[in-house]
């Protein structure tokens, strides 16, 4: 599968909101080498070869993880911000992020969701106890929340309070949540 719409996205750094600090967020523990939480290795990691796919248990917040890069959406009504205009874009902002060597708002002209589907085959890494999420007719595979989903050197957390993306050779990376984002 191409992970093209994945990219194609422009990026510009900023962050909105608190950070996470309830120590529950997979962002507290563990520090990066450039000095950014990226969080304590869970128990439950799974890995994929090439791309994978998922949404968070509470339907929120879709991801889409391949060698290049991640992607999250916030597409759920109900956000409480809005990520900082990419400049130069044209097309969709704010209630996306990627990264790739570093983090940023991404500049869309899609929807990631459909590629959460169950039937979209991103879900080599799904176990069979995992939730599912019903939306818009589509079964979407949900990574439980304290799971980690790793793509190369792309990780994604999945907690009750956000979701914490980021390529572990950089050190860059972003927490997604209803209340708020952060960009490091």
């Not at 248990?57 to 890069?69: E, F, S």
């Amino acid at each position: 599968m191409a992970v093209a719409p994945l990219m194609a996205a422009c990026a510009v750094g900023s962050s909105t909101g608190p950070s996470p600090t309830d120590g529950t967020s997979p962002v507290a523990g563990s520090v990066s080498p450039n000095g950014h939480g990226i969080g304590p290795r869970p128990i439950d990691v799974r890995t994929a070869l090439d791309v994978a796919a998922f949404v968070t248990p509470a339907g929120q917040i879709v991801c889409m993880l391949g060698a290049d890069g991640v992607r999250c959406d916030y597409f759920a009504e109900d956000k409480a911000w809005e990520a900082p205009h990419p400049g130069n874009c044209d097309l969709d902002w704010g209630s996306s992020l990627s990264v790739d060597r570093t983090a940023g708002t991404s500049c869309v002209g899609d929807s990631i969701v459909a590629k959460a589907a169950l039937d979209s085959g991103l879900d080599s890494w799904r176990k069979a106890s995992d939730p599912m999420v019903p939306w818009n007719g589509m079964t979407l595979v949900a990574l439980p929340y304290g799971a980690t989903i790793v793509v190369g050197t792309f990780r994604c957390d999945s907690a009750t309070d956000g979701v914490t993306c980021t390529n572990e050779s950089t050190g860059h990376g972003f927490f997604m949540s209803r209340e708020s984002i952060r960009i490091f």
